[in-house]
Each structure stands twice: as C-alpha cells, then as structure tokens.
C-alpha cells in the first residue's frame, strides 16, 4: 500500500472494490489507484488474458492485495451475480464498485469510423448494443452488488459518465481537412451517459437513510494514440488547452470509493478540463 493514504480518510485499507471493465483504458487506473489505497480487488472483464496479465502486473507493484478475477459480461445478469456471489464468498461483503465496462466509440487513430456516420443512417444495432452494454449492464450490475450492500447496509458504487451526457458532442472536432463525409460522435453516447446521471440519482435516493452511496465520475477526452489534428481540434474546446491522461482520475476514483467522500451521494464529479465551463 501507498503509506501516504495511511490513517488519512482515503484509506481503503482492506476494503474490497469491484471493478467492471477492468482491462480497459480507464478501468486499469482505477485498479492500480484503489490497489495503491490498500484495498482488494475483484476484477471483471470480457477478456480473460488480459484479466490474469493486469492481476500479474497489481501483484508486482502491490504484494498485499488480494487480487480476484473473472470473466464478466454485464449484459448478462447472471455473470453479475455470478461476479457479486465471487465477493461475498472470498470477503463477505463489496465495498466499492467501480462500473467501467462501456462501449465507447473511439476516434484514436486506427479506429474504424465509417460507421458513424449521420444520424439519419446509423445502425439500429449499434444503438441496441450499446444500450445493452452502457445502460442495461450498469442496471443489472447494480442489482447484483446492491443486494450484497444491503447487507451491511453499506457501500460506494460510481458509474463513469462523459462531459457528452452533460452537453452534445461538438461534431467540429471530428471532421478532418479533405475529409468528404464527415463522422459524428454518436447519438447513443450521450443518451447512455445522460442515462447513467439519472440511474446514479435514482439509486441515490432509494437509498436514503443508508450508507449505501452512489456517484458518478464525468472525465472527459482522454489521450490514447489520437492524431495530432484530432488533439488539436479537442483541446481548443477545453479551458485548461489538453486531452485528459488516463492517471489523472486515479484521485478521484479513491476519493470517491473511500471515507473522504461519505457525505457525498447522487452527485456527479466533473473532472474535464473546463470543457463544460465554457
């Protein structure tokens, strides 16, 4: 463990943090921040190679922690419950859930954009799946890990939104120079992200009167391989003048699993860059 967080109100200390998602991008830091708190982790992911290198990799930078993991799909609900079952059999109890799994349509280079094309002409099942992976896969995981809360009558769940699911995509961003047709940051997006604002309040407020917190994360833009005109286009959209890095959110993720935040539920923490300020 990271001593500096030790006896401090972020110390999470054998806590035990659930994270879909967890090869991801983003869910990846989430892992390595929350490991470095002192908490254990139950990983979930789609990708089970990558699941066994991440666990191999938390090993050697933190011995202590109690890494777990499974291969988890949270479009299906009983691989959530299956995942929520692995916590309560190896702890007891979850925590902290840190729900990162998403389908996210990329703009790095190499990303195949041709789908995303006008709203007009984008595919009925790029919608559906997405709605199933963003939307239905937070609500069904977050049936499964509540009703292990509700035991203790405690916990933190924080779902992962977008500075999209608080204003519209800025489609300029997108377009390039000598590009025919342009591509468009997708509908589905927004509507999932702005989804997940109202699944956070509504949890929220169904659990009044407990310690069981929900919260949502909002990073924005952050930099993965994007071309120079792409980073250029995005950051003169943000006060601060950059894309994101993916470890610059790994304080907000402890601060909202652990203790620091316990009076905090049903709020939204903006963390990018200015992009909605203006």
Not at 154 to 183: C, M, W
Not at 213 to 230: A, C, K, M, Y
Request: proline share 3%.
């Amino acid at each position: 463990m990271n001593q500096a967080y030790k006896g401090t109100p972020f110390e999470l200390t054998d806590r035990v943090v659930l994270i879909s998602g967890a090869t991801g991008l983003l869910g990846k830091e989430f892992a390595l921040a929350v490991a470095s708190a002192g908490a254990h982790l139950v990983l979930g992911d789609l990708k089970r190679d990558s699941l066994e290198s991440l666990k191999r990799e938390i090993a050697s930078v933190y011995p202590h922690t109690k890494t777990w993991v499974r291969v988890l799909d949270v479009t299906d609900a009983s691989s959530c419950r299956s995942i929520a079952e692995l916590c309560e059999t190896q702890f007891n109890r979850i925590d902290a859930v840190i729900h990162s799994a998403a389908i996210d349509p990329k703009f790095e280079q190499g990303s195949d954009t041709t789908r995303f094309s006008k709203f007009t002409e984008f595919p009925e099942e790029l919608w559906q799946s997405s709605l199933d992976v963003n939307l239905t896969g937070a609500f069904l995981l977050a049936q499964a890990t509540c009703k292990v809360m509700e035991q203790s009558g405690k916990g933190s769940i924080i779902f992962l939104g977008s500075n999209y699911g608080l204003v519209g995509p800025d489609q300029r961003i997108y377009k390039k120079a000598g590009q025919e047709h342009q591509t468009y940051k997708p509908a589905i997006y927004s509507v999932c992200k702005a989804g997940l604002l109202g699944l956070t309040k509504f949890l929220a407020a169904y659990y009044m009167n407990t310690a069981i917190r929900i919260n949502l994360l909002t990073p924005s833009g952050v930099w993965n391989q994007h071309d120079d005109e792409f980073v250029k286009n995005y950051s003169s959209r943000t006060t601060l003048g950059r894309m994101s890095e993916k470890n610059e959110y790994r304080g907000a993720v402890i601060f909202l699993a652990s203790d620091a935040s316990s009076y905090m539920t049903g709020a939204n923490l903006v963390i990018d860059g200015g992009w909605t300020a203006l």
